[in-house]
């Protein structure tokens, strides 16, 4: 069975920082891209970051460039996204994601997904 769990989320002061993990299980992590999104109250989901499964090969949203690091270990079967320098506008739910094609992050368009854990920056 195809699972993704992420943790990491809280409330966080403006300018903070947070470290969400995605910890799979159920299939191979080696031979999928791993995405993170979020959504915002009251907004449609997004793309945040992505990572490829093949070459390695790093996506952000620009909203998040610099700020944000997407990594993997597939040894742990985990993925993390560490987000820095906080704003409220990035508040939000963010899920983790997996797809045989890292293509399908740019629209949303992955097959398996976590929960969600709640991100919160609020002074």
């Known amino acids: 069975q195809v699972q993704l769990e992420e943790s990491g989320g809280g409330l966080v002061q403006p300018g903070g920082s947070l470290r969400l993990s995605c910890v799979t299980s159920?299939?191979?992590?080696?031979?999928?891209?791993v995405g993170w999104f979020r959504q915002a109250p009251g907004k449609a989901r997004e793309e945040v970051a992505a990572i490829d499964n093949n070459d390695g090969k790093l996506y952000y949203n620009p909203a998040v460039t610099i700020r944000f690091t997407i990594s993997r270990d597939n040894a742990e079967n985990t993925v993390w996204l560490q987000m820095n320098d906080l704003k409220p506008e990035d508040t939000g739910v963010y899920f983790c994601?997996?797809?045989?094609?890292?293509?399908?992050?740019?629209?949303?368009?992955?097959?398996?997904w976590g929960k969600g854990t709640l991100v919160n920056v609020s002074s």
């Open positions: 159920g299939f191979n992590l080696d031979h999928y891209a």
């Open positions: 994601a997996a797809d045989p094609k890292v293509s399908t992050w740019f629209w949303g368009g992955m097959k398996s």
